[in-house]
């Protein structure tokens, strides 16, 4: 232990030294959930600023280019742009998956916040059954979105 948390030479541990070691420890460990944060919203401002609807600007889905079907993040740049814009309906048209899915990584990302702010595990913040279920659903929105019965799915 560092003699920072002991007291006089005891042993013992004061409240003033683990709420500095606390503190010091939580600006570190905020680190990584602040730079997703910061290239997040970096790619977003691009993609708000840059419009994907006029060609040119973002290459072509290599999947739709070599298959001729749409994979499941197809009009994901469009969709947030639209969002970026306030347009929610049209985001949901282009893709309703990505729009969906930012609910839920919203939570993961504050449950990653909370569990290095307080010193937890770092084991997954997403439990292995949820990336099961996460894997089943993109699977199936691709392929229901390529179906004709799909067809309102597709970008």
């Known amino acids: 232990m560092s003699p920072l948390l002991h007291a006089e030479g ?10 500095a070691r606390a503190g010091a420890w ?6 990584d959930p602040a730079a997703v944060a910061v290239v997040g919203l ?12 006029e060609p040119g600007h973002y290459p072509t ?5 070599l298959t001729g079907q749409f994979c499941p993040g197809c009009g994901s740049l469009r ?3 639209a969002l970026a814009h306030g347009q929610l309906t049209t985001a949901l048209g282009l893709n309703v998956l990505t729009v ?9 990302w504050l449950r990653w916040i909370r569990r290095r702010w307080t010193g937890q595990s770092r084991r997954s913040v997403a439990p292995a059954n949820a990336l099961w ?6 699977i199936a929105f691709t392929v229901v979105r390529n179906l004709a019965v799909g067809a309102g799915l597709a970008p």
């Not at 005891?10 to 709420?19: F, K, S």
């Not at 279920?133 to 993109?138: E, G």
């Open 100 to 108: 969906l899915a930012l609910l839920p990584l919203g939570v993961i």
């Open 26 to 31: 939580g600006v570190r460990a905020m680190r």
């Open 133 to 138: 279920a996460l894997l089943v659903v993109v």
């Open 79 to 81: 969709a947030m742009h």
């Open 42 to 53: 970096a790619a977003v401002a691009v993609v708000a600023v840059v419009d994907p609807n």
């Open 61 to 65: 889905c290599p999947f739709l280019a």
């Open 10 to 19: 005891r042993g013992d541990v004061t409240v003033a030294a683990l709420q």
